[in-house]
């Protein structure tokens, strides 16, 4: 399944809000989405900065989530939305570390959403040092245009466009029909961390 395909899959279990949790982690699950956090969580397939590596095959995504650390999180109130900037740094048990650098603006007017996600991601192989040159990069930029939609129950069954711009300068451009959760008690009571971390794990096939 191609990149495309595992952020389109990721949008059926959007959450868009969580009335249980406090207003910090609401504005950060309303702002995100699975969307683009999928494509926070590990879905890209980094290349090799510049082309090449030096130490052989680049380590491709994380194996397992054995452990991630958040270091940054801000969260700015725009005209008609919010601006986010993240950075965590995960690794697995085979000492492989990955570094995600994350700005992500959100904005809505009446019926529609424009969601715009940029996403940096440096690889490490086991034992290189995590403050010098990666042994792969890469670098991808997603933007989702919505039309909100009817509600069914707990889920709104929004109309979306999402236009991804890749490394190498590709574009792929893809609408469908996205079914956005409108509730996500499995998040109530836990921080962005942990929130990061469980959506991580989905997408690397990981038990909870």
Do not use: C
Not at 13 to 22: A, F, L, R
Not at 44 to 58: D, K, M, Q, V
Not at 130 to 136: D, E, F, H, R, V
Request: hydrophobic fraction near 35%.
């Amino acid at each position: 399944m191609d990149n495309q395909n595992d952020l389109l899959s990721a949008s059926t279990v959007q959450p868009e809000t969580n009335s249980n949790g406090s207003p910090s982690r609401r504005g950060f699950l309303g702002s995100i989405g699975a969307i683009s956090l999928a494509t926070m969580a590990g879905v890209l397939a980094p290349i090799s900065a510049g082309g090449t590596t030096s130490e052989g095959s680049a380590p491709g995504r994380l194996a397992s989530l054995a452990k991630l650390n958040l270091t940054r999180e801000e969260s700015f109130d725009v005209p008609g939305g919010k601006e986010v900037f993240l950075e965590w740094q995960a690794g697995d048990e085979k000492g492989v570390v990955q570094k995600f650098i994350v700005h992500h603006t959100r904005q809505d007017a009446d019926v529609t959403y424009t969601m715009n996600t940029n996403v940096i991601v440096r690889t490490y192989g086991p034992g290189m040092d995590l403050q010098g040159k990666p042994a792969s990069a890469k670098e991808q930029n997603v933007t989702v245009y919505g039309v909100k939609g009817e509600i069914v129950g707990s889920v709104r069954n929004d109309h979306v466009t999402i236009t991804t711009v890749h490394q190498d300068g590709r574009t792929s451009r893809q609408s469908q029909v996205a079914q956005v959760r409108l509730e996500s008690p499995e998040f109530a009571g836990t921080d962005t961390a942990a929130q990061i971390a469980s959506i991580g794990r989905r997408f690397l096939g990981q038990s909870q």
